[in-house]
């Protein structure tokens, strides 16, 4: 029986070629390769949180309602205009799937978040790619607005992608490029905000004269709940309704719901988490730059690019001193480069240490 499945041929084409997502998991070491908060919740927000009534018994409530109560006060957008999902990665692939698939192709910015891609091709949607540009310094990237737009003319083209600030370079590109392209390409503009509470602007403000303008974000960076897989989306009502056909009833558990309502109560204290982790990068990659050998790359985000002589031996030395970092392949306008976020400030002093022994 088994014998007379055909898996690789009865597969969608699309799937065919795809390689199985790997994270790399290494017992003891101090992990810095995903750019999470790696800073406690604040005082009194898991107490909250285990003392919630919860009906575990039920479904959850499939429209998040208290949740986007909650995010519509902390956003300033209507719950109409807000989408919850199983992490900003499942609504990446709802995008692709409502607006993407066969006859739709989707612009995005190489060197950029790989899950853009990964879902594009899950969903036979086609990709564009209009990579960034090196700015003079060779240290610093910006967007091709003129090559974006042309891209983004032809008919198969229903979306663009930015991600802002840019995972893995750290960019942040400049508002008013970004709301050019919005203006100007009359597509679907997806501005993945992932890292926006650490550089501190964003374009949510916008949403109310843009209804191609779609801002995505997730309580997984400066929220710290990367485990509980929360994300969401902001726009105007129509275009969160298009999405809202295509999705999972329940897919967002019950759990974090009540997490995200909770942790919206602590802006504050995550504010100031937040400062903290910035003022710790800055401390690492003053370290870095510090060796001529080393290119350190502009970030405003919680974690920073940078490229030394061997990346290879740089990683491996890391993983034996106690620190996984992030390796990033063949990126494209850098080549082989490592990405860390930062850690703890009492890890971050070991890890300088570190990277001083393996670099001089
Ligand atoms: C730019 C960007 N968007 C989205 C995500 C996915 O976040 P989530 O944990 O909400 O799926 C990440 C995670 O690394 C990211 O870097």
């Known amino acids: 029986m088994v014998d007379k499945m055909k898996l690789e041929e009865w597969m969608r084409p699309s799937i065919r070629t795809l390689k199985a997502y790997e994270s790399k998991s290494i017992p003891d070491c101090v992990r810095l390769d995903a750019n999470e908060n790696p800073l406690p919740w604040p005082p009194g927000m898991i107490e909250q949180l285990l003392g919630s009534a919860i009906a575990f018994n039920r479904y959850p409530d499939g429209g998040a309602q208290e949740l986007k109560e909650a995010l519509s006060r902390y956003t300033g957008v209507p719950a109409e205009g807000i989408l919850t999902g199983n992490g900003s990665d499942e609504l990446i692939q709802l995008l692709m799937t409502t607006f993407g698939g066969e006859k739709g192709a989707v612009v995005i910015h190489p060197p950029t978040f790989s899950m853009y891609e990964a879902a594009a091709r899950v969903t036979g ?58 203006a100007e390409s009359g597509k679907i503009v997806i501005v993945d905000e992932a890292y926006g509470e650490f550089s501190g602007e964003s374009v949510v403000d916008q949403i109310p004269y843009c209804p191609n303008l779609l801002v995505m974000k997730t309580f997984s960076k400066l929220f710290a709940m990367a485990a509980l897989r929360l994300g969401y989306l902001l726009g105007q009502p129509s275009i969160i309704g298009a999405l809202n056909r295509a999705r999972q009833p329940f897919n967002v558990n019950s759990f974090s719901q009540k997490a995200g309502v909770i942790a919206l109560n602590y802006g504050e204290e995550y504010a100031e988490q937040g400062r903290i982790l910035i003022a710790e990068l800055a401390r690492i990659a003053e370290a870095l730059t510090a060796f001529a050998s080393v290119k350190v790359f502009a970030t405003r985000a919680n974690f920073l690019l940078f490229q030394p002589e061997d990346p290879d031996r740089v990683y491996q030395e890391l993983i034996g001193k106690g620190f996984l970092i992030r390796t990033m392949g063949n990126l494209p306008l850098v080549g082989k480069a490592l990405r860390l976020s930062a850690g703890l400030p009492e890890d971050n002093g070991r890890l300088i240490k570190a990277l001083g022994e393996i670099l001089k």
């Open 125 to 182: 949607t086609g990709v564009l790619e209009v990579p960034l540009l090196l700015t003079e310094t060779g240290r610093d990237f910006r967007l091709d607005v003129e090559g974006i737009l042309k891209a983004a003319a032809q008919p198969q083209v229903h979306m663009i992608v930015l991600c802002n600030p840019n995972n893995p370079t750290g960019t942040l590109f400049p508002r008013e490029e970004i709301l050019r392209i919005v």
